[in-house]
């Protein structure tokens, strides 16, 4: 006898889990790792699964359903997880489709339609039909790694629904399945075609014609409440089943947030894009008055008209991002309008258009973008509002900001005035948030910062909503414009629709799933809007104390884990000119992004589905694949830092007991270096020998890794013996000796000592044989590399306060001394002051030696940014420098190498690592001709280049020494 599927409390997770996996569901997991990373999407709201299924094929859905069936247990479907609203969780099980499930199934062309599959990622489908001059029109900011079921769930618009419409718009058909087992294929239907459907008499008959008699009981009610402008999202979108419409049951379900049916298929249309497009930046003196404006804009016939507060750009930080927005026209508030057309009509029609804007009242200014690359990091700042505006600027990193209300439209004429109300209306609850999203078409998104912590502030943020629901309706607007009501909207919907429009959508929800067992609680019969919070003052976490001072976060870990507020960005598998996250890119694994690996991190701090703190296996395990290579700490736009929380959780993790090999070989290489120095020729004939695989077998170390040769003499000596060149009429430099190059590879030294001598410095190094304490940071050994930063202070802390550069060749050394030492020594002014000290050679010469000329060097280049430096430095000074050489370099958007330092080569990693650089790194290398020198400063990046080619890479020290003049003598 099947339970109520509302009814979980007495169902066993491991009874499910066990069915499932005895179902044919395809891939099913039930462990307390799983649930945890499933626990949230990008909403406020957090349910614990009480299992995940990822399907491989149809049958694996079906069989899910008859499984969950039969025990009364609900269904969540799921993409990517980024809904702001709360319906991509559910407690029951949640059926992952990104994973797997996620195939193109055929593109036709001439017809210009595609087949798909639900998990298929937004761009993998672009992609596939830009290869046909051809895309898919709706395009939200999360195009990078939305699916397109998830957009089908939501109905999601983007940016250029203005001119292309939302998801409904362009769906053509879709197979789904209901709770019950039903398969049914939907489209539009002509009268005959009803009335055959009827006639058939099967389960498809009895919904359709129950369907039908629906919209003809409610013709008119369908015509003059719903559809009343494009971005009336909110509830069901009844008005597709009017005769006008061709009772369009595909159209009808789009939105209906995985509540009705299960997608299994969607055949969608396929626009040709204009031949060339322009940026307009139309500026204002606040977004109430770009907001006025909006109306007189929209017979331009634009792509795309987004709004942007200064508020959210000011919350920028990427220096490239920061250099665009400042170029802007003077102002407090933009319109972004993208034209498309002709390359010969594009300029006529942008001053047509800013000519409008000129007419608004507070127009401040106007630019048209040219140049692609900067049209592009502004087009960034709007892609990601969502995770910009989770953090407003403020001490101690600024306060949270939820969404809850980040989704509302009105008619584009009611934007001015809903806007002033609404910004009156937060400063009446004495809250605050960054405004930005589709003006065009009258859809705004804020992060407001509403406290969850206490139950005053979440009385706050219920009073809110429901005031800012009611405004919504006295403007005739939605309470969703894209996102979809979720948990986050459901309740209030009564504000907006009244009574008999909510009768309404419970028939239409009862109709498709009698037995509410797909996603309930969302839509009708709604959750409330405080209930199941992610943060909530009825739960206490951990007493957790930190070595690191996370003063970002006001010294609180729990709080710095959930600045992961799941955008999932960290997703964007094909997303090129990031770093973030090598391990996902290979395993497209939740576990193995940021996103999973922070979210069992909080669910840690909790205590409740994680239960062992510090000790957790299962945090252990998710962070196993974690490089430490530092991408997301700029590249996600909410500043998670997981190889900071890595670092924290193994130090607490292994205190007091046994560590894995690798940690006592990699990160204590610095020291186990020194030693082998005093006799590298014995050592490297042992690592060489037969007896190298036992070597590395103790040593934690892949089989498949060469060992690294040790030089047969440290750069330290050969510098401590020679005498100094040049005038030095610069003044000092510190070169940073790090402890890779000094014993492996002391050529990169020596270049870089006759580079800086070429360019006037005078080269000292630090008394002795210092460390950064890199390995045991990454190691999370914090305890010792805290002892090695107070050395390493000691011996650099009277350069750094004389005002002498510190300048490193090995960036991830370089990057420990901007950033690390601080951090590990908090409050020490030495520490601070090398933080401050420290640059990339790229950056000495170029800031303070701009009058040196380097060598001209005729050549072309590809390049490797080092992970830590695109995290710390970024590569602009080594462009400029590059330049300068008159060499022709193209910076290859590769992400990380994948070795990572130790990673690479410990045991059990070796395949991610080789896969992660298979991505784009090794092949560009194997792809370069002959004479184009593969520029890679790191020395990881080197040694997995020498290791998976028959290549080298060359640091720019050694590019630039060998072309310098015969009066400097090389080395």
Known sequence: MTTTVQDLGSVDTAAVTDALSRGNCGEVAGDAGRRAQYSADASNYRQIPLAVVFPRERRHVLNTLGVCRRLGVPVTSRGAGTSTSGQAVGAGVVLDFSRFFNRLLALDPQARTATVQPGIVLDDLQTAAAEHGLLFGADPSTHSRC???????????????????????????LEVVTYRGTVVHLGEMTQDEIDDAMAAGDDRAQLIASLYQLAQSNLATLRTKLGQFPRQVSGYALEHLLPENRFNLARALVGSEGTLAVVLSATVRLIPPPPARALVVLGFQDACAAADAVPSLLDHRLLALEGLDQALTDIVTRPETRAAIDTLPAARAWLFAEIGGTPDELPRRAEALAASARQADGFTGSEVIADPARARRLWRIR??????????????????????????????DQLGS??????????????????????????????????F???????????????????????????SGEHGDGQARSALLPLMYGPD????????????????GLNPGMIVHPLPVDGNLRVSPHRTPLPLTTVLPFHADGGDFAKATRRCVGVGKCRSAGHRGDVMCPSYRVTLDERDSTRGRARLLYEMTQGEVITDGWRSTEVRDALDLCLSCKGCSVDCPVGVDVATYKSEFLHHHYKGRVRPASHYTMGWLPLLSRLAARMPRLVNALTSSRLASLIKRLGGIAAQRNLPQFADQT??????????????????????VDSFNNHFTPDVLKAGVDVLESAGFRVQVPDGTQCCGLTWITTGQLSIARRIARRTTTALGPAAGAGIPIVGLEPSCTAALRSDLAELLDGNADARAIAGSTVTLAELLIHQASDWQPPLIETSSISQTHCHQHATSGFSADSTLLRRMGVDNTTLDSGCCGLAGNFGFERGHYDVSVAAGEQVLLPAVRAADLDTHILADGFSCRTQISQQTDRTGTHVAQ???RALPPSVPSS
């Open 959 to 961: 590019l630039i020494a």
């Open 418 to 451: 809903y806007l002033r109300q609404f910004t009156e209306l937060l400063g009446h609850h004495q809250l605050q948030g960054a405004v930005y999203g589709h003006f065009g078409e009258g859809c705004l998104h804020v992060r407001i910062n509403f406290d």
């Open 453 to 479: 912590t206490t139950e005053e502030g979440t009385a706050v943020f219920r009073a809110f909503v429901t005031d800012a629901a009611e405004l919504i309706a006295a403007h005739g607007g939605s309470l």
């Open 501 to 516: 429009i909510i009768a309404l959508f419970e028939e239409f929800k009862s109709i498709w799933d009698p037995d509410n």
């Open 715 to 736: 750069f330290l000596t050969w510098f401590r013996s020679r005498t100094p060149q040049g005038e030095g009429h610069r003044g000092p430099v510190m070169l940073w």
């Open 147 to 173: 699916t397109l079921g998830g957009m089908i769930g939501n109905n999601a618009c983007g940016t250029h629904s203005v001119a292309w419409g939302r998801t409904a718009d362009n769906v053509a058909e």
């Open 383 to 412: 892609e990601d509002g969502a995770g910009l505006a989770t953090r407003l600027p403020g001490p101690g990193g600024g306060s949270e900001a939820w969404p809850g209300w980040e989704d509302a439209a009105v008619p584009p």
